[in-house]
């Protein structure tokens, strides 16, 4: 694969969503912009989501009967191609020789080993989590909406379940659920951040961030304490005065100080400075919660997702369909404007490749 700096972006193609080209790898410039087309994955539809696997390139098909595709990292051209085993997966994540996958309309998690489906390049049997209170296949089954799925440097796995207001963590390697990071009602929990021993938390329906902290009680259990919620706006009041406030994605900076998040509606990326929450959670003082820094307008409609690279934010604007590309300065606060604006019909994610 070259290092010359590149960029992946997906987006939806099918009508119901936001037609668009699926999926495109751009050449990105000295200036960190994005450039030309270099390759464009043709065969997908719906890759809503992308991660990068060495030389190869990993997508979900967010359909129906969802599927988790392998493609070449340089021309995008498909290896491999497998169920996932759900309805609408979402996001997609390798850890170890395991592909992850979350699913949203059906609610589980999937697993699936990667090196078989690269030496099969078809279909391999994904092993199935669900949240314990849909395991039993009653209504509560209906409530669950997996969204995003995140490894820890201790070895497991956190799955953002949305309906259930959990953050559900999984032993990566035996899949046995070993607890959950519980939520106020309603908040809807949808991607989240690691600093240190304290998980972050963007409630998509709540409109704030949920800060809990880690407290090991053995080596087969944890525990996350909730902590406090922050607005992911300069006040409470500007979630309640609007009709819509959904944030999506959430991640730190490069050196963990800050939360960067986007919110949909009001299209805004928000920017909240961490630095109060302390490495050691057990200590004697308290941390101290996030602190408003920044909001800037997102450059277009409908933020989903956004990547940090190259000293700039690029950020996939859904419904205006576009990806606005934000200077970041030596505090790492967006500039108020975009310094360029690539059209892209429908993105919902982007990824930097170096």
């Given at each position: 694969?070259?290092?010359?700096?590149?960029?992946?972006?997906s987006?939806?193609?099918e009508?119901?969503s936001?037609?668009?080209?699926g999926?495109?790898?751009?050449?990105?410039?000295?200036r960190?912009?994005l450039?030309?087309?270099?390759?464009?994955?043709?065969?997908?539809h719906?890759?809503s989501?992308?991660a990068?696997?060495?030389?190869?390139?990993?997508a979900?098909?967010?359909l129906p009967?969802?599927?988790?595709?392998?493609?070449?990292l340089?021309?995008?051209?498909?290896?491999?191609?497998?169920?996932?085993?759900?309805?609408?997966?979402?996001?997609?994540a390798?850890?170890?020789d395991t592909?992850?996958?979350a699913?949203?309309t059906?609610?589980?998690?999937?697993?699936?080993?990667?090196?078989a489906?690269m030496?099969k390049?078809t279909?391999?049997?994904p092993?199935?989590?669900?949240?314990?209170?849909?395991a039993?296949?009653?209504?509560?089954?209906k409530a669950?909406?997996a969204h995003?799925?995140?490894a820890t440097?201790?070895?497991?796995?956190?799955?953002a379940?949305?309906?259930?207001d959990s953050v559900?963590?999984y032993?990566a390697?035996?899949?046995?659920r070993?607890g959950?990071a519980?939520?106020?009602?309603g908040a809807g929990?949808r991607h989240v951040?690691?600093k240190g021993?304290f998980?972050?938390?963007?409630?998509?329906?709540?409109g704030?961030?949920h800060?809990f902290?880690r407290e090991?009680?053995?080596q087969?259990q944890?525990?996350w304490?909730?902590?406090?919620?922050v607005p992911?706006?300069?006040?409470?009041g500007?979630?309640?005065?609007?009709?819509?406030?959904?944030p999506s994605?959430?991640e730190?900076s490069p050196?963990?100080?800050k939360?960067?998040?986007?919110?949909?509606g009001p299209?805004?990326v928000v920017?909240?400075?961490?630095?109060?929450?302390?490495?050691d959670?057990s200590s004697q003082?308290?941390?101290?919660e996030?602190?408003?820094?920044?909001q800037v307008?997102?450059?277009?409609?409908?933020p989903r997702?956004f990547?940090?690279?190259?000293?700039k934010?690029?950020v996939?604007?859904?419904l205006?369909?576009?990806?606005?590309?934000?200077?970041?300065d030596e505090?790492?606060l967006?500039h108020?404007e975009?310094?360029q604006?690539?059209?892209?019909?429908?993105?919902t994610?982007?990824?930097?490749?170096?």
């Amino acid at each position: 694969m070259s290092s010359t700096p590149a960029m992946v972006i997906s987006g939806y193609t099918e009508e119901s969503s936001g037609t668009g080209p699926g999926l495109v790898r751009f050449a990105v410039d000295g200036r960190g912009l994005l450039g030309e087309s270099q390759a464009q994955g043709t065969a997908l539809h719906n890759p809503s989501f992308v991660a990068a696997a060495g030389d190869v390139l990993l997508a979900v098909e967010e359909l129906p009967a969802g599927n988790v595709v392998a493609l070449d990292l340089s021309t995008l051209e498909m290896l491999a191609k497998s169920t996932s085993g759900g309805a609408d997966p979402c996001h997609v994540a390798l850890v170890g020789d395991t592909v992850w996958a979350a699913h949203y309309t059906s609610g589980t998690a999937a697993a699936l080993d990667f090196s078989a489906l690269m030496a099969k390049r078809t279909s391999v049997t994904p092993k199935l989590l669900a949240h314990a209170a849909a395991a039993d296949g009653s209504s509560d089954a209906k409530a669950g909406h997996a969204h995003q799925v995140t490894a820890t440097p201790w070895g497991t796995i956190l799955v953002a379940d949305l309906g259930a207001d959990s953050v559900d963590e999984y032993d990566a390697g035996s899949y046995v659920r070993l607890g959950s990071a519980q939520l106020p009602a309603g908040a809807g929990p949808r991607h989240v951040a690691l600093k240190g021993q304290f998980l972050l938390v963007a409630g998509e329906l709540d409109g704030h961030v949920h800060v809990f902290a880690r407290e090991p009680q053995d080596q087969a259990q944890n525990s996350w304490q909730w902590l406090l919620k922050v607005p992911l706006a300069e006040s409470a009041g500007e979630i309640s005065d609007v009709e819509e406030f959904h944030p999506s994605h959430i991640e730190l900076s490069p050196d963990e100080s800050k939360l960067y998040a986007a919110v949909r509606g009001p299209n805004t990326v928000v920017v909240l400075d961490v630095t109060g929450l302390s490495s050691d959670p057990s200590s004697q003082l308290r941390p101290r919660e996030p602190k408003f820094l920044q909001q800037v307008s997102c450059g277009g409609n409908w933020p989903r997702h956004f990547a940090i690279a190259h000293h700039k934010m690029y950020v996939a604007n859904q419904l205006s369909n576009n990806v606005a590309v934000f200077e970041l300065d030596e505090r790492g606060l967006l500039h108020a404007e975009p310094v360029q604006s690539v059209d892209f019909g429908s993105p919902t994610c982007i990824l930097p490749l170096d």
